[in-house]
């Protein structure tokens, strides 16, 4: 009887440890998941600063994540349409949703493909996402975000 109560001990106890591995595993998904926004919370104690949609404030890109690209962070560019952008770069964007297909034609940076980049939160038209191949980059239009 001892022995029959150790073992439902130790059966108990592994499953209890196959349970408590699995919930790690989902806590690392839904970290993954989580939105800018939380991280903006997150990090409100370190140093980290961001830029957010000047329509709705929603947290668009770090302040970190400032890139350059040909050898600028922002950019003047005009569409086919003569509509001037100044854009700044940013090596990621997780405020934003990117949507349609990937598009070569009328591209600002050669050999990349642009695709659009909308606020998450209020779908203003925030900029493009570029892609080539593993590489990618936002340029998101500078009067259309602001800083902390
Ligand atoms: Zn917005």
Avoid at 30 to 57: K, N
Wanted: glycine share 8%.
């Amino acid at each position: 009887m001892l022995v029959k109560e150790s073992m439902d001990k130790l059966a108990n106890d592994q499953s209890d440890t196959m349970i408590g591995v699995l919930d790690e595993e989902r806590q690392d998904l839904g970290g993954l998941e989580s939105t800018l926004q939380e991280i903006v919370d997150d990090a409100a104690t370190d140093r980290d600063s961001f830029v957010y949609c000047a329509i709705c404030s929603n947290a668009i890109a770090r302040e970190a994540d400032r890139l350059e690209v040909s050898g600028s962070h922002d950019h003047h560019f005009s569409n086919p349409l003569g509509i001037q952008f100044h854009i700044g770069c940013f090596t990621d964007a997780l405020g934003c949703t990117i949507s349609g297909e990937p598009v070569a034609a009328d591209t600002w940076f050669p050999g990349f493909r642009w695709r659009l980049a909308t606020c998450a939160e209020c779908h203003q038209h925030l900029g493009w996402y570029f892609e080539q191949a593993d590489t990618f980059f936002y340029g998101l239009i500078l009067d259309r975000i602001q800083n902390d």
